[in-house]
Nanobody
């Protein structure tokens, strides 16, 4: 059974940092893209970034709002993909999810291409 579990969320002041982790089980993580998404209250879930499947070429890729502040890294041996978030601001407040996909590289930013999802972890940034 494919399972993804996020951890590391919490409350942080603006300008602070957090590191989220996504641990996978029940599948071979190196065969999948692992994406990060977030959903703020009253808003749709949106793409944050993705660690593409090794050997696919390129990546990680990020949405413009987090470029230069967020960094995704992958450890296939530990079945973990991390999201390091720096210089956080209140607009980053959301529930953060990781998800797995085997979509074509051109589609890795599309939410509907992800099949398995974690339960999410709350990130709250105070001003």
């Amino acid at each position: 059974q494919v399972q993804l579990t996020e951890s590391g969320g919490g409350l942080v002041q603006a300008g602070g940092s957090l590191k989220l982790s996504c641990i996978g089980s029940g599948f071979t993580m190196r065969d999948y893209h692992i994406g990060w998404f977030r959903q703020a209250p009253g808003r749709e879930r949106e793409f944050v970034g993705v660690s593409v499947r090794p050997g696919t070429g390129g990546g990680p890729f990020y949405t413009d709002a987090v470029k230069g502040r967020f960094t995704i890294s992958r450890d296939n041996a530990k079945k973990t993909v991390s999201l390091q978030m720096e210089n956080l601001n209140p607009e980053d407040t959301a529930v953060y999810y990781c998800a797995s996909s085997r979509a074509a590289l051109s589609a890795v930013r599309q939410l509907e291409m992800y099949r398995a999802w974690g339960q999410g972890t709350q990130v709250t940034v105070s001003s």
